[in-house]
């Protein structure tokens, strides 16, 4: 397992964007695939991107694509959530997810990551 810190989250307007971080201990990040979800008021968890361990390979959630990118820097054992184009249906807790050689085809499945952050606040104004 590894421990999680995101940061990076705040109040934005619409149209802005906002990057959050997340940074993870332990020695073998390079091994894991990692994820971002986020959950809004009232709602359920949600899958946003992930990115997978080898290669570097991504996926992402229809209502993000061409607005987030995801990207990970091994050196620095942190996964970025980069958001342009923000919207208010956009607002909510980001957490970062980490799962050991979680297979590409499965990164969108909550169930699967047994790592998580605590969450940052994401909030967009109209």
């Known amino acids: 397992q590894v421990q999680l810190v995101e940061s990076g989250g705040g109040l934005v307007q619409a149209g802005g964007s906002l990057r959050v971080s997340c940074a993870a201990s332990?020695?073998?990040?390079?091994?894991?695939?990692m994820a971002w979800f986020r959950q809004a008021p009232g709602k359920e968890r949600e899958f946003v991107a992930a990115?997978?361990?080898?290669?570097?390979?991504?996926n992402y959630a229809d209502s993000v694509k061409g607005r987030f990118t995801i990207s990970r820097d091994n050196a620095k054992n942190t996964v970025y959530l980069q958001m342009n184009s923000l919207q208010p249906e956009d607002t909510g807790v980001y957490y970062c997810?980490?799962?050991?050689?979680?297979?590409?085809?499965?990164?969108?499945?909550?169930?699967?990551?047994?790592?998580w952050g605590q969450g940052t606040q994401v909030t967009v104004s109209s």
């Open positions: 997810a980490a799962a050991a050689f979680l297979s590409f085809e499965l990164l969108y499945l909550e169930s699967k990551y047994r790592s």
């Open positions: 332990g020695r073998t990040f390079s091994s894991f695939s």
């Open positions: 990115i997978y361990w080898s290669g570097g390979r991504t």
